[in-house]
């Protein structure tokens, strides 16, 4: 099965700009979904940005403009680039993919934590 890790998280200030990095241990290419989530401590995790494997795109309204998701099948890798941070931003940021629709996503991992204080 394919595995992922994230990386890139950071200590920024807001305004700042911070690009997240989810590698995968195999292909890619036909991934049906791929998403970054995010918790917050005392809340819900919940999806802020996905790709599917034909490279469309969604985004949380409360991320919209500022955030862009993005993939490299040759790397084998997921891009989260986040642009005029805010300390709502704040979280634990994942990422997850359900291979084949309907199926399910795959285990999470322990993220990677994100601060936007100044």
């Known amino acids: 099965q394919v595995q992922l890790g994230e990386f890139g998280g950071g200590l920024v200030q807001p305004g700042g700009s911070l690009r997240l990095s989810c590698a995968a241990s195999?292909?890619?290419?036909?991934?049906?979904?791929m998403g970054w989530f995010r918790q917050a401590p005392g809340k819900q995790r919940e999806l802020v940005a996905s790709?599917?494997?034909?490279?469309?795109?969604n985004y949380a309204d409360s991320v919209k403009g500022r955030f862009t998701i993005s993939k490299d099948n040759a790397k084998n890798t997921v891009y989260l680039q986040m642009y005029s941070l805010k300390p709502e931003d704040t979280a634990v940021y994942y990422c997850?993919?359900?291979?084949?629709?309907?199926?399910?996503?795959?285990?999470w991992g322990q993220g990677t934590q994100v601060t936007v204080a100044s």
């Open positions: 195999g292909s890619i290419f036909s991934i049906h979904f």
């Open positions: 997850n993919a359900e291979p084949i629709y309907g199926l399910g996503y795959l285990s």
């Open positions: 790709i599917t494997s034909t490279g469309k795109t």
